[in-house]
């Protein structure tokens, strides 16, 4: 039996423990969850006699080997997050604001007391892509990480297209869904497509890379149900696409809506799901699939990393190289395409 504590049960924590409650193989269905830590009682659930509001609790229990940290925002869950590093126990998060501003402290610190510090889920929901970037593709030069990485903005695009909706009611539905920020300006903005890409990239490049250096960053506010419709006439869809790639000796990143034309396979990525496009200089392109948001998917890869960290597969990383190698960049090359209503977008190929 394995001992672990979730913090923060709202979506992603509620839903690792019905992924936990479902589990069928070893170590997961042996997985006892001893403490939720959460400021809301929860009488009516059947571990509601686990909710506590006292972390030094959790931190003093050397039985707990496992810490899930889903409580979201950057000052709180970092804090808990170190604390428990420190205390010799596996952190596994969903937490990219945390991951972002965060990361190379924690994984110095998972490294220093021998566990690990993971955060699959903290891009692209239940799409695997952290363990591969930093397992598959480690023998390969990364050329390119593209991605659709925000549910909520593509529900939203989807919806504006299909259903004629409006910006603000498809947000409602995304909302309602569980697949939005509990600020959902980060969503429309770009900022939680920011986080991803550079969390990607950084795995990519081998260094820690903010979201706050990245150069470009446009959301969806101003894409207009006119924009997509004419799109459509041009055989293209709106996608909000963030891109990583290697210019030489710079780093060309950006998140901005893109025209994606239909011989692309970002045309057909619609709903909340997510696809991340990885090109390799010996594999060549590599396309990840599948739900970017949502209770579930999130929680299986929460699930994942728990399983992993139990089991001693994962390991402890630290990126290497210096900070210094790449200019990051997010002016440099790109096509445009102009609409008939004179707006101009980025084309997606
Ligand atoms: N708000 C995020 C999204 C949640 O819509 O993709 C998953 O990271």
Redesign the pocket.
């Known amino acids: 039996m394995t001992n672990i504590a979730i913090l923060g049960f709202g979506v992603v924590g509620g839903g690792v423990y019905e992924v936990i409650s479902r589990a069928s193989k070893s170590p997961l269905n042996e997985v006892n969850i001893k403490y939720i830590l959460d400021l809301r009682s929860f009488p009516d659930h059947p571990l509601g006699d686990r909710v506590t509001t006292d972390f030094d609790k959790i931190l003093a229990d050397e039985s707990v080997s496992v810490v899930v940290e889903t409580m979201g925002g950057d000052g709180v869950a970092y804090k808990f997050s170190l604390a428990a590093l420190k205390a010799g126990k596996n952190v596994v998060t969903s937490n990219?604001a945390v991951v972002d501003k965060y990361g190379k402290e924690l994984e110095a610190a998972a490294k220093e007391n021998g566990v690990v510090y993971l955060y699959e889920a903290s891009v692209g929901?239940g799409i695997p892509i952290i363990a591969p970037l930093n397992n598959c593709f480690m023998g390969d030069d990364i050329l390119r990480v593209a991605g659709i990485l925000?549910?909520?903005t593509n529900y939203i695009l989807t919806h504006m297209q299909s259903d004629g909706k409006s910006l603000e009611e498809a947000l409602k539905t995304a909302q309602e869904l569980g697949?939005?920020?509990a600020d959902p300006h980060a969503?429309l903005a770009g900022l939680?497509t920011a986080r991803k890409i550079a969390i990607l990239a950084g795995i990519a490049l081998d260094k820690y890379i903010s979201y706050t250096e990245i150069p470009y960053i446009e959301g969806i506010e101003n894409v207009t149900s006119e924009d997509i419709a004419l799109a459509e006439q041009l055989g293209c869809v709106i996608r909000l696409i963030a891109v990583a790639e290697r210019v030489g000796d710079k780093a060309r990143i950006l998140v901005a809506p893109h025209l994606v034309g239909n011989g692309s396979l970002f045309h057909a990525i619609r709903e909340?799901f997510n696809a991340v496009s990885v090109t390799g200089s010996a594999v060549g392109e590599v396309v990840f699939y599948g739900q970017?948001?949502g209770s579930l998917p999130?929680a299986a890869a929460v699930c994942g990393d728990i399983e992993r960290a139990i089991s001693g597969k994962a390991r402890a990383h630290v990126r290497q190289a210096c900070d210094e190698g790449f200019i990051l960049d997010g002016s440099t090359g790109g096509k445009f395409i102009t609409l008939a209503n004179g707006k101009k977008y980025r084309y997606f190929e």
Do not use: H, I, R, S
């Open positions: 990219k929901g925000n549910g909520t697949y939005a920020e969503d939680d909340a970017g948001a999130t």
